[in-house]
């Protein structure tokens, strides 16, 4: 199941909370290197990197706690290819309608997110999503106290959306679909965890597409 692009990228997986070990399994599985990110040194030398999701407010306070976030920040600007899932999009973000006291993220991707859009651990679902430019067959997604992105900007291309109505709050009808998968150039981002499903498509997209 090896991509024809990804055999030798080295992906570092931020690895101070979330889904890292699922992370791991996919990208090694799909012929990446990995390294686990978890302080500053680490993110030199990357080809890409995977945010989990998680806590993305843990991530925030523990990112900045250990002296990574300035690396990572610095990595985006100069253009180092990052998928964010679910809480990975939330600290992708340039804007957070939502966040707990003090919050930050890492920016870079211009869209704006609410955390936990979906609602609660209860209000978890699937689906499947229709993402041609991921994959040919439906791409099947789990949401789990998942972000929405309420705002994207000019340069940032919409790949999924869900309806309004799977939204905790429901947006105006004429506000239209929610988007759920987004890309900015080199950055990458879900709403929903593709390392629980089995569904590979956006970790080999990234690998082939993304990562050049």
Same mark, same amino acid.
């Given at each position: 199941?090896?991509?024809?692009?990804?055999?030798?990228?080295?992906? *570092?997986?931020?690895?101070?909370?979330?889904?890292?070990?699922?992370?791991?399994?996919?990208?090694?599985?799909?012929?990446?290197?990995?390294?686990? !990110?978890?302080?500053?040194?680490?993110?030199?030398?990357?080809? *890409?990197?995977?945010?989990?999701?998680?806590?993305?407010?843990?991530?925030?306070?523990?990112?900045?706690?250990? *002296?990574?976030?300035?690396? !990572?920040?610095?990595?985006?600007?100069?253009?180092?290819?990052?998928?964010?899932?679910?809480?990975?999009?939330?600290?992708?973000?340039?804007?957070?309608?939502?966040?707990?006291? *003090?919050?930050?993220?890492?920016?870079?991707?211009?869209?704006?997110?609410?955390?936990?859009?979906?609602?609660?651990?209860?209000?978890?679902?699937?689906?499947?999503?229709?993402?041609?430019?991921?994959?040919?067959?439906?791409?099947?997604?789990?949401?789990?106290?998942?972000?929405?992105?309420?705002?994207?900007?000019?340069?940032?291309?919409?790949?999924?959306?869900?309806?309004?109505?799977?939204?905790?709050?429901?947006?105006?009808?004429?506000?239209?679909?929610?988007?759920?998968?987004?890309?900015?150039?080199?950055?990458?981002?879900?709403?929903?965890?593709?390392?629980?499903?089995?569904?590979?498509?956006?970790?080999?997209?990234?690998?082939?597409? !993304?990562?050049?």
């Amino acid at each position: 199941m090896t991509g024809r692009h990804t055999t030798g990228s080295l992906v *570092g997986v931020f690895a101070l909370q979330g889904d890292v070990a699922e992370h791991v399994r996919v990208l090694t599985a799909l012929g990446a290197r990995v390294r686990l !990110v978890r302080s500053a040194t680490d993110v030199s030398g990357l080809d *890409g990197l995977v945010i989990p999701g998680g806590e993305s407010s843990v991530m925030d306070k523990l990112s900045r706690l250990l *002296g990574v976030a300035p690396a !990572v920040r610095q990595a985006i600007g100069d253009g180092l290819p990052v998928y964010g899932t679910c809480a990975g999009m939330i600290m992708l973000a340039e804007s957070i309608a939502n966040p707990i006291a *003090g919050q930050q993220s890492f920016g870079g991707l211009d869209i704006t997110v609410q955390r936990n859009a979906f609602g609660g651990q209860v209000e978890s679902f699937e689906t499947a999503l229709e993402v041609p430019e991921v994959s040919g067959d439906p791409v099947h997604a789990v949401f789990i106290r998942a972000p929405a992105v309420l705002r994207a900007g000019p340069d940032v291309q919409v790949l999924a959306s869900v309806p309004a109505s799977c939204l905790e709050s429901e947006r105006p009808a004429e506000a239209g679909p929610v988007p759920v998968a987004v890309r900015q150039g080199s950055l990458l981002a879900t709403s929903f965890h593709p390392e629980v499903t089995g569904d590979w498509s956006f970790h080999r997209y990234f690998l082939e597409h !993304v990562i050049r």
